[in-house]
């Protein structure tokens, strides 16, 4: 299957501080995702990314779709402890059937009052 | 809107045995995933239904998983028999018609000793 490679794997940081975490791969990807895990819960969709070049807000959250189509970013401005959790990459290929998409390692974050 | 349910949340089974795990995905999305989520590890798609069709199940281990999804809204996946590596969290989604916008279940976490 399909490598997308997350980094970095985890992060410890001040409540506060911005966060960048990024995704990429040897493969051109037409869709980019990026979900949130809790512990004991499905992901959570929080963006998602359809056009190279595409920068997209959901809140605190801003995340990018890389120019070469093989990368994506992730940040978090003012984090706060209900940032706690693990961030997830999803990307869908070009071409592509059955619109599957691959999922990263993840990022796990944690936030320190 | 209710979520996607899925049952058990938990199960602990011994190797060689057989376990199924129940779905039922959000009303009216026709779009049903299965994901494998190993510790440590991003989700990885095993199988994905069309209302009662299979559209892609080419990393479902056939030889001992098999999925089906009667009458287009419930779906089972059955692991028989299973094996140590089988020990994950496995995760349902379902989707309205874009299939980027999955919903996820909490999951079934499944011990195999």
């Known amino acids: 299957g399909q490598q997308l490679n997350q980094s970095p794997q985890s992060m410890f940081i001040q409540e506060g501080e911005d966060v960048s975490m990024n995704c990429t791969s040897s493969?051109?990807?037409?869709?980019w995702l990026w979900y949130k895990q809790d512990p004991g819960e499905g992901p959570v969709l929080l963006i998602a990314l359809y056009k190279a070049g595409e920068l997209t807000s959901n809140g605190r959250l801003t995340a990018q779709f890389g120019i070469t189509r093989k990368d994506s970013f992730l940040n978090i401005s003012a984090s706060i402890p209900s940032d706690v959790g693990i961030y997830f990459c999803?990307?869908?290929?070009?071409?592509?059937?059955?619109?599957?998409?691959?999922f990263g390692t993840g990022t796990s974050l944690t936030v320190i009052p | 809107e209710a979520g996607v349910a899925q049952s058990p949340r938990y199960k602990i089974i011994e190797k060689r045995q057989s376990v199924a795990f129940w779905c039922n995905p959000i009303?009216?999305?026709?779009?049903l995933y299965w994901y494998q989520q190993i510790l440590g590890q991003g989700p990885k798609l095993l199988i994905q239904f069309q209302n009662n069709g299979v559209v892609d199940d080419s990393q479902l281990p056939k030889d001992r998983f098999s999925a089906e999804r009667l009458k287009g809204v419930d779906s089972t996946l059955k692991i028989q028999p299973a094996k140590l590596e089988d020990s994950a969290v496995y995760l349902c989604?379902?989707?309205?018609?874009?299939?980027?916008?999955?919903?996820f279940g909490p999951g079934t976490r499944l011990t195999v000793l």
């Open positions: 999803a990307g869908q290929l070009i071409p592509s059937t059955g619109n599957q998409f691959y």
């Open positions: 989604a379902s989707s309205l018609s874009r299939p980027n916008e999955q919903f």
């Open positions: 493969s051109i990807f037409n869709t």
């Open positions: 009303s009216g999305h026709a779009t």
